[in-house]
């Protein structure tokens, strides 16, 4: 065969993709082409990450969607902080005739006139002091004390309610001590509504029998008495001299979100960093 021929086999050979191992005609001339052809798929299958580290790319992944959910949740946060002390901010207002219209009235001031029944005075405890007067304030000082709750009957509406006067130091809690502070007769009371408080975790149950309340159990409290379910806490304003100190109230949620965006977002950088140089960076090409 002529050289001719045997380059012409050779072309078409290549030009065709023949498997490993063809030989040209009679001369039985081996194609180059096809070993080249086959080494580089079985590089290129080399390459490649195993399948079990497609699935510990779900690692750096679901972090960053952890993060992500984060941000929102920060969002949500802020407004909702920022919402409360709008509300605090407002002007009072009567409280509505309907128990159901104070469900979305927390943290709404609202105002109040009748007259105060001390002998059926509660003691909300141990309670440190806050020191803003506005009742809104997240200040306070690390002295220990109890906060006073006393039946309060409304001239205009009839109705007995609940109001939270303010704090009073340890040493003042029995009422004997605080004679001026007992104010008679018909008063004006602004305060802030609150809801009924659920036990947290750790936090002894209430002591009815000894009058030590340890959380804000509205229900209970209204029950023991024979008042309406219904609780404001007074405003700074609202204090008389030798009584409890008003603007006990502390708006405030924890917001520890940026933590948690920080965390999160950290922990998908550096796990995604650490699965491209195990399966990609040390790879042989």
Known sequence: MSPFSLSRVTLQCV?????????????????????????????????????????????????????TWQVQRRQWKLDLIKDMEARTSRLPIPIPAEQQELETMEYRPVKVRGSFDHSKEMHLLPRSLNTHDTGGGMGARAQ???????PFHCSDTGRTILVNRGWVSKKNINPATRPDGQVTGEVEVTGLV?????????????????????????????????????????????????????GQTRVQLRNEHMQYILTWYSLSILTAIGWYWTYFKKVPR
């Open 144 to 150: 220990s004390g109890a906060q006073v709750i006393t």
């Open 194 to 246: 609150r809801l009924n408080e659920k036990r947290a975790p750790f936090v002894p149950k209430n002591d009815i029998a000894h009058n030590r309340w340890h959380y804000r159990d509205v229900e209970a409290m209204a029950q023991l008495t024979e008042a309406q379910p219904i609780y404001i806490e007074a405003v700074g304003g609202s204090t008389v001299p030798g009584g409890p100190i008003g």
């Open 15 to 67: 030009r065709k993709g023949s498997q490993c191992g063809l030989f040209a005609a009679k001369n039985r001339t081996f194609c180059p082409g096809t070993v080249r052809s086959a080494s580089q798929t079985a590089s290129r299958s080399s390459s490649l990450p195993p399948p079990h580290a497609w699935f510990l790319l779900s690692i750096p992944a679901a972090a960053f969607g952890l993060g």
